[in-house]
């Protein structure tokens, strides 16, 4: 079945630095692929999404390429800021049905 | 525009009493899902609803969870008989009608509602 794997946390990195959370998923077909941010005591919002194989996902500064080859969506920033504090979990979706498929997160604590 | 909104956001509940979990899709949205997220685990797709049908309830446990979406009102998920397992963030999303439905379309998330059974 379909499946999603990132990178375990907890990620701590000081302000500025460069950002690199790995995502690779397994799917039957071409899924859509997401991240999405959840802020502390919030719901997850979308934060970037690509729709097929070599598609770039921006927003905010974050990027994601969907790589068919390597089926992997890593989710990038070049220079991270304390407001980037957050749970980052990757998503697909196999367009033939309805569900958002997740990965267990990654926590992401950015230090001034 | 009003996002999604869930009530309550936090419940605490007894082992053996009921809990009813409210959302209200996004103005315009017909589709509806709900997500169970455990500690520590990401989100786990439960039920996809449209108004007055069930679409798919493959995540759903088979007993004691149900799930409904009536033509005026909210969507309730209805966990009876609470169990400690069951404490967790349930969150709703919705998504507009598309050519195919819901599928393929963006889901937005509520904020949760954070169920702790005691």
């Known amino acids: 079945g379909n499946s999603v794997t990132q990178m375990e946390g907890p990620v701590t990195l000081s302000e500025e630095a460069f950002l690199t959370i790995n995502c690779t998923y397994t799917?039957?077909?071409?899924?859509?692929l997401f991240w999405y941010v959840q802020y502390p005591g919030e719901g997850l919002q979308l934060l970037l999404k690509?729709?097929?194989?070599?598609d770039k996902g921006s927003n905010k500064g974050f990027e994601a390429t969907y790589r068919k080859e390597t089926t992997s969506f890593h989710l990038e920033k070049g220079s991270v800021q304390v407001s980037d504090s957050a749970v980052y979990f990757c998503?697909?979706?196999?367009?033939?049905?309805?569900?958002?498929?997740f990965g267990k997160g990654t926590r992401l604590h950015i230090l001034p | 525009n009003a996002g999604v909104m869930q009530n309550p956001r936090h419940l605490v509940r007894r082992r053996g009493q009921e809990a009813r979990l409210r959302c209200s899709p996004m103005?315009?949205?017909?589709?509806v899902y709900w997500y169970r997220q455990l500690p520590e685990e990401g989100l786990k797709f439960m039920v996809y609803?449209?108004?007055?049908?069930?679409?798919?309830e493959s995540g759903m446990p088979k007993e004691r969870f149900s799930a409904e979406f009536p033509k005026e009102g909210p969507s309730i998920l209805r966990i009876q008989q609470v169990v400690r397992g069951d404490s967790a963030a349930y969150f709703c999303?919705?998504?507009?009608?598309?050519?195919?439905?819901?599928?393929?379309?963006?889901?937005?998330f509520g904020p949760g509602t954070r169920l702790t059974v005691l």
């Open positions: 999303a919705s998504s507009p009608p598309g050519l195919a439905g819901g599928r393929g379309n963006e889901q937005f």
């Open positions: 799917a039957t077909g071409y899924p859509s």
């Open positions: 690509a729709t097929k194989a070599d």
């Open positions: 998503a697909l979706s196999d367009r033939r049905d309805d569900k958002i498929i």
């Open positions: 103005k315009g949205h017909s589709h």
């Open positions: 609803l449209q108004k007055e049908n069930i679409i798919d």
